[in-house]
T-cell receptor, first 113, second 115 residues
Framework: DAKTTQPTSMDCAEGRAANLPCNHS???????VYWYRQIHSQGPQYIIH???NNETNEMASLIITEDRKSSTLILPHATLRDTAVYYC??????????????FGKGTLLTVNP | NAGVTQTPKFQVLKTGQSMTLQCAQD?????MSWYRQDPGMGLRLIHY???????DQGEVPNGYNVSRSTTEDFPLRLLSAAPSQTSVYFC??????????????FGEGSRLTVL
């Protein structure tokens, strides 16, 4: 799986958009970008994933650059409950028996009142 | 809908003791896995399974054993606990590809302290 690089921490004001970047310059053509988050002391929670096109769901939007070497997770109106560690992961979706989902250290997003 | 259930939530062991962390899921997921999380280290994969009777090692398998006799259960065994195994353990499961997404569902974690 391709390695990812994320900032260690970020701050965001409540009600504003939070934009979390992720670099994955060695991503392969068949690798997806996944985002998870982990609120303190809880198990990680899936947010969104994508391959080439931008994606949006009820939680967030995922913007992937045209060359696919980086992406941005957007929380459109951050709330205090969005304070968490956000993990960007790239992997092959159809990995067969080699289904290893590797988490890095992620970005600690702190939403301030 | 219980999802992924881990037991116990908290456990204190003495060095050399053995124990089993239980993980059960009721979503008929083929894939199950165990991660450990240490401060500043993120999540590291210990073992995983792609179906009953099939297991494989992750990044940090030493000191841990697993088995998968049923689709629902994936226990993690510590045969001789060491202080270095003090950590928070997470179990996760998903349907295997080729379904799109392969979203991992995590349990609430088991916090283990080895004295």
């Amino acid at each position: 799986d391709a390695k990812t690089t994320q900032p260690t921490s970020m701050d965001c004001a409540e009600g504003r958009a939070a934009n979390l970047p992720c670099n994955h310059s060695t991503i392969s053509g068949n690798e997806y970008v996944y985002w998870y988050r982990q609120i303190h002391s809880q198990g990680p929670q899936y947010i969104i994933h994508g391959l080439k096109n931008n994606e949006t769901n009820e939680m967030a939007s995922l913007i992937i650059t045209e060359d696919r070497k980086s992406s941005t997770l957007i929380l459109p109106h951050a709330t205090l409950r969005d304070t968490a560690v956000y993990y960007c992961i790239v992997r092959v979706a159809n990995g067969g028996s080699n289904y290893k989902l590797t988490f890095g250290k992620g970005t600690l997003l702190t939403v301030n009142p | 809908n219980a999802g992924v259930t881990q037991t116990p939530k908290f456990q204190v062991l003495k060095t050399g003791q053995s124990m089993t962390l239980q993980c059960a899921q009721d979503m008929n997921h083929e894939y199950m896995s165990w991660y450990r999380q240490d401060p500043g280290m993120g999540l590291r994969l210990i073992h995983y399974s792609v179906g009953a009777g099939i297991t494989d090692q992750g990044e940090v398998p030493n000191g841990y054993n697993v088995s998968r006799s049923t689709t629902e259960d994936f226990p993690l065994r510590l045969l001789s606990a060491a202080p270095s195994q003090t950590s928070v353990y997470f179990c996760a499961s998903t349907l295997l590809p080729p379904l799109a997404g392969g979203e991992l569902f995590f349990g609430e974690g088991s916090r283990l302290t080895v004295l």
